[in-house]
């Protein structure tokens, strides 16, 4: 099984995590702030964008775009923002 690289599938979860959160308000406090982080999960790979806090646990998370190292697939999930008021 041949694993896509770890900068290809971050190119994938930014561009669909970008798509997603064009359906959401977002502070402009967080974009000054925002970090991103990758986690690996099995045949994952989960990219989160997050604001830090003072502990680890008082972080934002922004989004999270789970991402299959083989495929590509995305799936994106967009946590603690409001949607746009159409």
Not at 19 to 28: G, I, K, M, N, Q
Not at 52 to 70: F, N, T, Y
């Amino acid at each position: 099984m041949n694993c896509m690289k770890l900068d290809a599938l971050r190119e994938i979860a930014r561009l669909a995590t970008r798509e997603a959160l064009r359906e959401y308000s977002v502070p402009d406090i967080v974009w000054g702030e925002v970090v991103l982080g990758v986690q690996f999960d099995g045949g994952y790979r989960i990219f989160e964008l997050y604001v830090p806090g003072g502990k680890p646990e008082d972080a934002w998370v922004i989004s999270q775009a789970r991402v299959h190292s083989v495929t590509g697939e995305c799936e994106v999930t967009v946590l603690g923002l409001e949607k746009k008021k159409a």
